[in-house]
């Protein structure tokens, strides 16, 4: 009986020196399963990266705060689509305004959903690696040498258990974290100004679904010769919001790079003319595309007169940039249909200036010499 108590103990003890915690494990059901749920019970912040678009991310230094399975986790979020494309967001909608707005809408999601959405990165440092901030403290955010970062990969829809970065000292702890960034950006390069839009019928609804914007005029176009169609899309202010200007949005295709179909470059207007000025028309030839605004206003100092004021702003695509750059501005003046002044201005008085950057207030300052 002696010794049975003994060989039992004995086993008790292996087993526990042998027991693996959740990040030595291999990807299972249930632990996809924890990892949505540590999604569901984050608070997501958008955050600008400093070389590609916005992410949605947050850092749980407590594990006790969420309770989750894992310990210490950073979690990032790489919008893959137009409905939490971060760049979409921000020009046609207030959910970033709202307090937990977009957790909200992520919260919503279903799994299937999420893995549609998103790319995902989770780097844990597994619970038994960490300790109190203080002895008297119930906070577990202090980290215990050596210890293992594990990092955790949805793509396509399918979770990876993937890189692991092992940390001995100090310097270690240096040389992980900008391990943890470079793998970062390399997961958010194929993202870089890049969204994926299975039907362009999706971004209207997405961008009228915040109810400031409803579609005006779409048009198509190659503009980068892949015999592909690309788009501009016109939006109109809807009546009852203060809002200062129409956008337009472009989506380009695959172009000269290796892109997944239906992965567009995805490019949103600023500032192009005067609030009071309408947009009348989009022309578009061979590698260019001119937006014609119009102006009109009566003058009735001496007799009746109507002024008409048209811009004329006209951008160029470079096949090298894959983008759109400023080529001629040009405003044209009538009175009572005849034509009093005419000024155009090119590239010799504005210089480079992406479509992005490209906004009325620029424009004046460049040709009035202000900059």
């Keep these: 009986m002696y010794l049975k108590c003994i060989f039992i103990l004995l086993s008790l003890y292996f087993c526990a020196c042998t027991s693996t915690t959740i990040t030595e494990e291999p990807i299972t059901p249930k632990i996809e399963e924890e990892l949505y749920k540590l999604i569901r019970e984050t608070t997501f912040r958008a955050e600008e990266h400093p070389d590609y678009d916005s992410v949605y991310f947050n850092e749980v230094n407590d594990y006790t705060t969420y309770n989750n399975a894992f310990g ?26 709202e307090d937990k707005g977009v957790t909200q809408l992520i919260h919503n999601l279903s799994n299937e959903e999420i893995s549609q959405c998103f790319d995902i990165l989770i780097s844990v440092i597994d619970k038994k690696y960490l ?9 577990f955010n202090q980290k215990n ?63 009228e679904s915040f109810k400031q914007y409803t579609l005006n005029n779409t048009y198509t176009f190659d503009f980068n010769k892949d015999d592909e169609d690309d788009f501009i899309f016109v939006f109109n202010k809807e009546e009852d919001q203060n809002i200062n200007f129409s956008p337009i949005v472009i989506l380009l295709s695959g172009g000269s ?13 600023p500032y192009l003319c005067y609030r009071t000025y309408s947009l009348k028309r989009v022309v578009c030839k061979d590698e260019y595309f001119t937006l014609e605004f119009n102006f009109t206003e009566y003058n009735y100092d001496e007799e009746r007169q109507e002024i008409d004021v048209d811009h004329y702003v006209t951008f160029k695509y470079n096949k090298f940039a894959e983008d759109f750059f400023l080529h001629r501005y040009g405003i044209v003046t009538k009175v009572d249909g005849i034509k009093t002044s005419e000024n155009q201005y090119t590239t010799k008085n504005f210089g480079e200036v992406y479509f992005e950057n490209c906004n009325i207030n620029t424009i004046d300052a460049k040709i009035n010499g202000y900059n």
């Excluded at 390069?189 to 994926?196: D, E, K, Q, R, T």
Aim: aromatic residues 12%.
């Design 72 to 97: 210490q986790v950073n979690i990032t979020l790489v919008p893959k689509t137009e409905k939490f494309n971060t760049y979409i967001l921000w020009n046609f909608s207030k959910v970033f305004e």
């Design 131 to 139: 300790k109190k901030e203080k002895s008297d403290s119930d906070v």
């Design 257 to 269: 790079r290796d892109r997944p179909e239906k992965n567009y470059k995805l490019l949103i207007s």
């Design 145 to 207: 040498l050596p210890y293992k970062e594990v990092t955790y990969l949805l793509k396509d829809g399918k979770w990876i258990k993937d890189a692991i970065f092992e940390v001995n000292n100090e310097k270690d702890e240096n040389t992980a974290e900008y391990r943890r960034r470079e793998y970062l950006n390399s997961l958010m390069a194929a993202y870089n100004g890049i969204c994926h839009i299975e039907k362009t019928t999706d971004l209207v609804k997405r961008i």
